[in-house]
Nanobody, 118 residues
Framework: VQLQASGGGSVQAGGSLRLACSAS????????MGWFRQPPGKEREFVAD????????NYADSVKGRFAISRDNAKNAVYLQMNSLKPEDTAIYYC????????????WGQGTLVTVSS
């Protein structure tokens, strides 16, 4: 499975961005898909994930009410709509997918940079 993330960029605080991640290869091996981020000088952290069906989602407390994750299985894609962005949302954002057998976050994209200025 290969994951390709896009949509990062620079925005002012309060603005919005939409990240997209497309999957290719053995996509039937994926179960949940999600987004993680790594702020400058910090560890990578969970942002949000969505079930294979798209009906079940989870969010980090820091983004609840501002970010929305969605999935389009016909396009093998997952999206992250980010609203009311804050400077602390600045990070490299990675899309990822769980392996359907091991349930581990096995598949990772290359990351896309989001910079939020105050």
């Amino acid at each position: 499975v290969q994951l390709q993330a896009s949509g990062g960029g620079s925005v002012q605080a309060g603005g919005s961005l939409r990240l997209a991640c497309s999957a290719s290869g053995r996509t039937f091996s994926m179960s949940r898909m999600g987004w993680f981020r790594q702020p400058p000088g910090k560890e990578r952290e969970f942002v949000a994930d969505v079930s294979r069906s798209g009906y079940t989602t989870n969010y980090a407390d820091s983004v609840k009410g501002r970010f929305a994750i969605s999935r389009d299985n016909a396009k093998n894609a997952v999206y992250l709509q980010m609203n009311s962005l804050k400077p602390e949302d600045t990070a490299i954002y990675y899309c990822a997918a769980r392996d359907a057998t091991t349930l581990s976050w096995t598949y990772w994209g290359q990351g896309t940079l989001v910079t939020v200025s105050s």
